[in-house]
């Protein structure tokens, strides 16, 4: 074995150690509403901190951080259920594509009087809007964003998903909502798919119901958005410099995978609960695996003065978020 698979072998295992470790961690009272994801960031962010970036490993980390992310997103297109977001239709939509324009404009208005980091900003602003790190990590390439910036907005906005998702759940019973309304407004105002499961889920089946479909229909969105940022970003290079965007092809698997999963499988082609079950952990720990690799890219000493202001304006937002929303579910 050369050198190159050597690094590239034991890259991916370390990674995979690291989640390994980070859904253990989830596993632990207290530590469950973490999540696996912010629990891998952490570790790995811990681990440049105190024992520098593993130098020997770096092909392995770097597939990790790159082609298992698109690979992760290839596969989150099977969580997304396009017959329910048509069932619902335009006035699902509507309010969905208000709380896209809604976060990242807010964000990056804040962001500008805060005199805030613009690209962990938009970043931020990205996935509170449409679906937290899934999303980050899909505009990421599109943006040319830094992997440390990719990494570290990844992991400002799982924490404050959870913080917020745990909220909500301590506020259900105070507040003057019928279980539907309560998870419609969960699934249009929090950052992740996770989150709103996690909030959503006290309110009863009805109620966790509306949560997903509510927070799917942001997930929708993500195609369209990204579509958007590539022509903004070709625009913007062609009058600064030659330098071409190419189309980051993983959105298409993202999309056929949303097909398949909405109008085949289970349709033409048998596919029990539990196998998709196992799918969807599995692109939970491929991501979990590449938000380790992104950790890695992190230093803290570095990013400490940088992300200060964002998780202000991002932690802002999110309330403005919650309010806003309240008024329209």
Not at 29 to 46: C, D, E, M, N, Y
Not at 49 to 67: M, V
Not at 76 to 105: A, C, H, T, Y
Not at 213 to 241: D, F
Request: one cysteine or more.
């Amino acid at each position: 074995m050369n050198k190159t698979h050597r690094s590239l072998l034991l890259g991916i295992a370390f990674t995979f150690s690291v989640a390994g470790v980070g859904f253990l961690i989830a596993l632990l009272p207290g530590f469950r509403h973490i999540g696996p994801l912010s629990a891998a960031i952490i570790l790995a962010v811990i681990y440049r901190h105190f024992f520098g970036f593993p130098e020997p490993l770096r092909k392995g980390i770097q597939f990790s951080a790159k082609n298992l992310l698109r690979i992760a997103i290839v596969l989150f297109g099977l969580k997304l259920n396009i017959n329910l977001i048509l069932q619902e239709g335009v006035p699902l939509i509507l309010r969905d594509l208000l709380v896209v324009v809604f976060s990242i404009g807010v964000m990056m208005l804040l962001a500008r009087s805060l005199k805030a980091d613009r690209s962990l900003s938009l970043l931020l602003g990205i996935g509170t809007g449409v679906c937290g790190a899934s999303a980050i990590a899909a505009v990421s390439p599109i943006l040319k964003s830094k992997e440390e910036d990719t990494a570290l907005s990844a992991g400002i906005i799982s924490l404050v998903g959870t913080v917020f998702a745990i909220v909500y759940v301590l506020l259900r019973p105070f507040l003057p909502m019928e279980m539907e309304v309560y998870g419609m407004w969960a699934g249009l105002s929090l950052h992740e798919v996770a989150h709103a499961v996690l909030a959503g889920d006290p309110a009863g089946e009805e109620g966790l119901a509306m949560a997903l479909l509510a927070k799917l229909g942001r997930v929708a969105l993500l195609v369209p958005l990204c579509i958007l940022l590539i022509w903004m970003m070709k625009k913007k290079n062609k009058n600064t410099s030659n330098q071409s965007i190419p189309f980051p092809w993983f959105l298409a698997g993202f999309l056929i995978m949303s097909l398949l999963g909405s109008f085949v499988l289970g349709v033409y082609i048998p596919v029990s609960e539990g196998v998709m079950d196992g799918i969807s952990s599995l692109t939970s720990f491929i991501l979990t695996m590449a938000m380790a690799g992104l950790g890695l890219n992190v230093s803290l000493r570095d990013a400490r003065a940088r992300a200060f202001k964002p998780i202000i304006a991002v932690v802002l937002t999110s309330i403005l978020l919650s309010i806003v929303t309240s008024f329209i579910v």
